[in-house]
T-cell receptor, first 115, second 113 residues
Framework: ETGVTQTPRHLVMGMTNKKSLKCEQH?????MYWYKQSAKKPLELMFV???????ENNSVPSRFSPECPNSSHLFLHLHTLQPEDSALYLC??????????????FGSGTQLSVL | EDQVTQSPEALRLQEGESSSLNCSYT??????LFWYRQDPGKGPEFLFT???AGEEKEKERLKATLTKKESFLHITAPKPEDSATYLC??????????????FGQGTILTVHP
């Protein structure tokens, strides 16, 4: 399998549930990212991990908790979400987090609905 | 505050009808402008990176250009398979952000046979 794989593709959860999104990259990259894509809004960066270390938290509420056990895997743990958190959550990777010309490789995303 | 604005929001073309998408930006210290294509149900796919005014990149029917204030994505003789949302993003210098891109809202392109 190649590229960036996200599971599940779709998730429906209640406001009191706890769930996790999973991302795996098979590209040998060293940086991984979580983005949020809401309808009619630009992509929003949530978290950045560089060599397994979190290097950016873009003022994300604590109900979103990322975890990066190694350079190939990234999780987003969700708890007590709000309906406005419903969105497409995209995982991405890049070989390095900085520098000119660093392009991102995205997964297909998890479409999250919070009821 | 860094801003990226794409226009139009949506564009409908007939097959073979050439046109352009616009991405205007207001940033300090541009370190790269990126174009991505996003198909329904999928994540964005990288198309081009442009670094300096006057630079051009081409790929099949697509050509991206850059000025000091905006970028254009020209589509020549489009086909229905070019239908997608096209996203523009800019990377800026400075700060402590790693790999932070500021994205525009995208242009939804529909090409009719």
């Amino acid at each position: 399998e190649t590229g960036v794989t996200q599971t599940p593709r779709h998730l429906v959860m209640g406001m009191t549930n706890k769930k996790s999104l999973k991302c795996e990259q098979h590209l040998g990259h060293n940086a991984m990212y979580w983005y949020k894509q809401s309808a009619k809004k630009p992509l929003e960066l949530m978290f950045v991990y560089n060599f397994k270390e979190q290097t950016e938290n873009n003022s994300v509420p604590s109900r979103f908790s990322p975890e990066c056990p190694n350079s190939s895997h990234l999780f987003l743990h969700l708890h007590t979400l709000q309906p406005e958190d419903s969105a497409l959550y995209l995982c991405a990777s890049s070989q390095y987090p900085t520098g000119r010309g660093e392009k991102l490789f995205f997964g297909s995303g998890t479409q999250l609905s919070v009821l | 505050e860094d801003q990226v604005t794409q226009s139009p929001e949506a564009l409908r073309l007939q097959e073979g009808e050439s046109s352009s998408l616009n991405c205007s930006y207001t940033v300090s210290g541009l370190r790269g402008l990126f174009w991505y294509r996003q198909d329904p149900g999928k994540g964005p796919e990288f198309l081009f990176t442009l670094y300096s005014a006057g630079e051009e990149k081409e790929k099949e029917r697509l050509k991206a250009t850059l000025t000091k204030k905006e970028s254009f994505l020209h589509i020549t003789a489009p086909k229905p398979e070019d239908s997608a949302t096209y996203l523009c993003a800019v990377r800026v210098a400075g700060g402590t952000s790693y790999g932070k891109l500021t994205f525009g809202q995208g242009t939804i392109l529909t090409v009719h046979p």
